[in-house]
């Protein structure tokens, strides 16, 4: 799937076509965000094949930066994210997904990935 090219400036911020921006490796942020209690619960990458997996399947796909492939959320650990809404920010540079997560959504198995609050410019509180 090919996405339409981004608008520039104002265009890109008032048009109701969705013109994902990506950025120069192809990729876009997308943030997972607990449908049911509005916890951010991690940051990764798509390019757009993830994306349109995500989109297609209801299912959260990313683009493993580390491996150079696509992982869909869940097919090893069984901690799926199921898609309940997308958003897109105003420029779409960066993707809102709201989900259903089964399971930890953090690979070190904690619920999600900020767990850990910065007190200073070098102290990290567990939360």
Not at 24 to 42: F, P, R
Not at 55 to 76: N, P, V
Not at 85 to 97: F, K, T
């Amino acid at each position: 799937m090919t996405f339409a090219s981004p608008l520039k400036g104002k265009e890109q911020d008032e048009t109701a076509a969705f013109r994902p921006r990506f950025d120069s490796n192809g990729l876009i942020a997308a943030i997972a965000q607990d449908a049911e209690t509005g916890d951010v619960l991690m940051l990764a990458w798509m390019n757009a094949e993830a994306l349109q997996a995500t989109i297609e399947t209801g299912r959260a796909t990313y683009w493993s930066r580390s491996r150079g492939e696509l992982w869909r959320k869940g097919d090893t650990s069984g901690h799926i994210q199921e898609v309940v809404e997308l958003y897109v920010d105003c420029d779409q540079d960066a993707i809102l997904m709201k989900v259903r997560q089964t399971g930890a959504a953090c690979h070190t198995g904690r619920k999600g990935c900020f767990y850990r609050r910065v007190d200073g410019q070098d102290k990290l509180t567990f939360q």
